[in-house]
T-cell receptor, first 113, second 111 residues
Framework: DTEVTQTPKHLVMGMTNKKSLKCEQH?????MYWYKQKAKKPPELMFV???????INESVPSRFSPECPNSSLLNLHLHALQPEDSALYLC????????????FGPGTRLTVT | QKEVEQNSGPLSVPEGAIASLNCTYS??????FFWYRQYSGKSPELIMS????GDKEDGRFTAQLNKASQYVSLLIRDSQPSDSATYLC???????????FGAGTRLFVKA
């Protein structure tokens, strides 16, 4: 089973709202990732968690706040976003951070109005 | 120089032909290479991984790696219209924590 699930599938939020994106995997993977993907562009890495600890923050603005409550769950808390933050947000997981294949969830399509 | 480079395409091939997708990378000591397929509006789907020089075959797909030339390719035999998608080349960097994606090549298979 190589399934990564994400909720919600679609999200529309205003610039003053607070919302959260959720990601879950039950493959026993110890690394989880958040990516942002704009139309016709490749995924851009935002955060990497390894063994539930934040390993990489790619200089992401503080209006994005990741959280890893346990080894199966990954959240992305959103606050005071800008319209340019509208994108497809992808969660991925891999066996470990080094050298292993990443499996992506279906993504959350976010629109900021 | 971009870390991972791909021809953006579009690459158009007739049904049943071989589609050849190419990728070059700049980090000479990279060890892990991947091909993802992404349909419009969907998330990337892993189709091949390759770690050693040479060819790796899986069904209609063959990945080829040449570390000396810093080159990785994907061949799709007997191309089908359902193969029409964007193909992303990905390389794990030296530190092993980041996967760097190329911009992707759009493939169209004409029926």
């Amino acid at each position: 089973d190589t399934e990564v699930t994400q909720t919600p599938k679609h999200l529309v939020m205003g610039m003053t709202n607070k919302k959260s994106l959720k990601c879950e995997q039950h493959m026993g993977h110890r690394a989880m990732y958040w990516y942002k993907q704009k139309a016709k562009k490749p995924p851009e890495l935002m955060f990497v968690y390894s063994y539930e600890k934040l390993s990489i923050n790619e200089s992401v603005p503080s209006r994005f706040s990741p959280e890893c409550p346990n080894s199966s769950l990954l959240n992305l808390h959103l606050h005071a976003l800008q319209p340019e933050d509208s994108a497809l947000y992808l969660c991925a997981s891999s066996q470990d951070v080094s050298s292993y294949e990443q499996y992506f969830g279906p993504g959350t399509r976010l629109t900021v109005t | 120089q971009k870390e991972v480079e791909q021809n953006s395409g579009p690459l158009s091939v007739p049904e049943g032909a071989i589609a050849s997708l190419n990728c070059t990378y700049s980090d000479r000591v990279s060890q892990s290479f991947f091909w993802y397929r992404q349909y419009s509006g969907k998330s990337p789907e892993l189709i091949m991984s390759i770690y050693s020089n040479g060819d790796k075959e899986d069904g209609r797909f063959t990945a080829q790696l040449n570390k000396a030339s810093q080159y990785v390719s994907l061949l799709i035999r007997d191309s089908q219209p359902s193969d029409s998608a964007t193909y992303l080349c990905a390389v794990i960097n030296t530190g092993g924590f980041k996967t760097i994606f190329g911009a992707g090549t759009r493939l169209f298979v004409k029926a």
